[in-house]
């Protein structure tokens, strides 16, 4: 696409914004809007352009569009507040893609994407230093909001980058275990003890094993996030299956009066299918 081409789309596109959010003749839920009530469908949008990935294509293009079209918006509202504007936007990721690859716009030469990431981490702190900013630590850029699986393995991933982590993935594996034992250990699995357990240390411990879990996949090349979502998936279509066999089998009678035996029976035929 030439220059002109892409001129063109971005002023069309910035041009609908404007018109969206026109006090008069304006959209009535455009205009509405604000940077709070458009976090959530941001979230919202993010995900769908995930879940595209797997539809193709076409469904990627589209729902990259609807994504844009959230930040087109969050650009208007900051245009008319005078804060900032879509090209400002482009000006400044542009920039910081230019700076925070010397590797490829200047003269610095890497060994892979490990260093690559150690560059970006330094660049970062000189760039804050440069804005006045007091230094940040490692963690603290890690958004909120994300999934928890997500956000554990950016954790380690981060921490990778100033060598805090594990050399082999067999000291991952002895974490795990560890982690294992001390969570059956609080929550009492496996003995005959009636005495009351400690509710948060159950939970703490359960969240120190999954927190484990996910440096374990990191090790391992696995996207813990897709992986979980995976298995949900499977699991789901799984107990459809078990729904369908049980309507040819049992007509209209609802499945909690099957009983576990008659479940399982279920679940393991559609398995085998």
């Known amino acids: 696409m030439s220059d002109q081409a892409h001129t063109s789309s971005l002023s069309r596109f910035l041009d609908i914004m404007a018109k969206l959010r026109d006090p008069d003749t304006g959209c009535p839920w455009d205009k509405k809007q604000s940077f709070e009530t458009l976090k959530s469908l941001l979230v919202e949008e993010a995900y769908e352009v995930v879940d595209a990935v797997d539809a193709g294509p076409q469904a990627i293009k589209e729902e990259l569009g609807d994504l844009i079209s959230l930040i087109g918006l969050f650009s208007q509202i900051a245009s008319e507040q005078s804060l900032f504007n879509f090209d400002s ?153 078990l729904e369908k066999l049980a309507r040819e089998c049992f007509g209209d009678k609802p499945l909690g009066e099957l009983g576990a035996d008659g479940l399982e029976a279920l679940w393991d035929e559609a398995k085998r299918r």
């Open 89 to 241: 936007v482009l000006d400044g990721i542009s920039d910081k893609l230019v700076r925070r690859h010397p590797h490829v716009f200047g003269e610095t030469k890497v060994s892979g994407t490990e260093q690559v990431l150690k560059n970006w981490e330094q660049i970062k702190q000189e760039e804050r230093k440069s804005d006045g900013e007091s230094r940040k630590g490692l963690l603290d850029g890690i958004p909120r909001s994300l999934p928890a699986l997500l956000k554990a393995s950016q954790i380690g991933e981060r921490c990778k980058r100033v060598g805090f982590d594990w050399g082999s993935v067999d000291g991952v594996v002895l974490k795990v275990r560890e982690e294992i034992e001390e969570f059956l250990a609080e929550a009492g699995a496996g003995t005959s003890s009636t005495a009351p357990k400690d509710n948060a240390r159950v939970v703490e411990e359960f969240g120190d094993l999954l927190f484990s879990l996910a440096q374990l996949s990191r090790h391992l090349g696995i996207n813990a996030e897709e992986a979980l979502s995976s298995a949900n998936d499977k699991f789901t279509s799984r107990f459809q299956h």
